[in-house]
């Protein structure tokens, strides 16, 4: 039965079962998979987590063969201490698997020496140390966290939700909760950070790369969902093992933004970056970029003045801006953390100066970061905006 459902192990290994005896006693760390394209945002995120947040926590980046990721990148990573480049294909049979975009993620946890992993898209930004989620109670009680993804497109999900009921015969509680079920929108999970114990939940791990084999995510689950982002909680499901997101939904940071009513401009909306937290609901990252779009030549840098959760507004999709629901729905990113997007903003501006391409990174000005800024004049959010 293995050998029929994961015949791509035995390139190097002659059991999964060898697998997870390799990571039993592995430790702590964050893995990412990173090819050529995506090194302009990964090189930023390497060196925010080294040189602004201080996180000590190793890491190892996977690409797809050698043309993947060149020999400069390589060696731009690894001269940081404890970064790892891996290319995965000499650890699982890639012929039987195809592996590239979304579906390397899961396979590269599965082969990862650690035993407890942060799964880290190249784009995700952090204000926090990321080992801070180790410390979430639903980690401690289930052996993941999951992130919630933006609330969009409502009145969708149906076909989700019949999909789901025609394979899983009994389900946990979480389902019936999901705005799938509910008709809300289209997406649940946002898979750009995801945290895993590998020890509690290894067969739970091979659960999700099931859904992400050759001919399940082309046949399937690609089809039913964006990507991989959906397969985390749908494979524990399947298996009828505990999960568990973060209480808070996502959210918007970026530029508090005014639109015209009549004549005055109104204070209405947060504009930028998709936003998540931490388990006291507080700014912990954000993905995509650190400019006002990251697709649009010559789009500057965000301010991080404010934010708002996802309950507490209604998305404009094309604009990416999050729009209040109630007057006190924006709320002032604090002056500490404002501090770390700028030193972020400056990281990412070395590189850019270092990569010296600009059809790959523009070299864009810095913006002044002032106390003043903020949505509500830099008192913090006991003042009223």
Known sequence: MEQQNF???????????DLYRESRNGGRGIVMCVGNYHTKYARTVIKTLRDVLKSSL??????????????????WFEKFDDVKTIDITTLIDNNLL?????????????????????????????????????????????????????????????????????FLPTMSNHPAKTRWF????????????VVFDKRRLFLGLLAICKLNDLHERQQVTYKKTWGDKETFWIALEMIQEPYSFVKYGGGAIGNDSTIRHNVAPKLDR???????????GQPLWWNSGVV????????????????????????????????????????????????????IL???????????????????????????QGAKGGHGNNEAI
């Open 182 to 193: 509910r008709l809300k929108g289209d997406h649940e999970q946002e898979s750009g950070v």
């Open 346 to 372: 400056k990281a990412d501006r070395d590189v850019a100066v270092e990569i010296d391409r600009s059809y790959i990174k523009e070299i864009l000005d810095i913006p002044a970061f002032l106390q003043s």
């Open 292 to 343: 006002r779009d990251k697709f649009t030549t010559g789009s500057p840098y965000l301010l991080y003045t404010a934010y708002m959760k996802d309950e507490d507004g209604d998305w404009d999709f094309e604009s990416s801006c999050l729009v209040q629901k109630h007057s006190t729905s924006i709320m002032e990113v604090e002056w500490a953390q404002r501090k770390v997007a700028l030193e």
């Open 270 to 280: 947060v504009c930028g970056n998709q936003l998540h937290f931490d388990f006291r």
């Open 58 to 75: 190793p890491i190892e980046i996977y690409y797809t063969g050698e043309p993947d990721l060149s020999p400069e990148n390589r060696a």
């Open 98 to 166: 195809v592996l590239e975009g979304w579906a390397v993620k899961p396979f590269a946890m599965l082969v990862s020496r650690f035993s407890e992993i942060i799964l880290m898209d190249s784009d995700a930004y952090f204000l926090q140390d990321p080992a801070v989620m180790f410390e979430d109670e639903g980690y401690k009680e289930t052996g993941t966290v999951y992130f919630y993804d933006r609330t969009l497109f409502p009145g969708t999900g149906g076909d989700k939700k019949q999909w789901l009921e025609s």
């Open 7 to 17: 015949p791509w192990v035995h390139k190097h290994h002659n059991t999964t079962y």
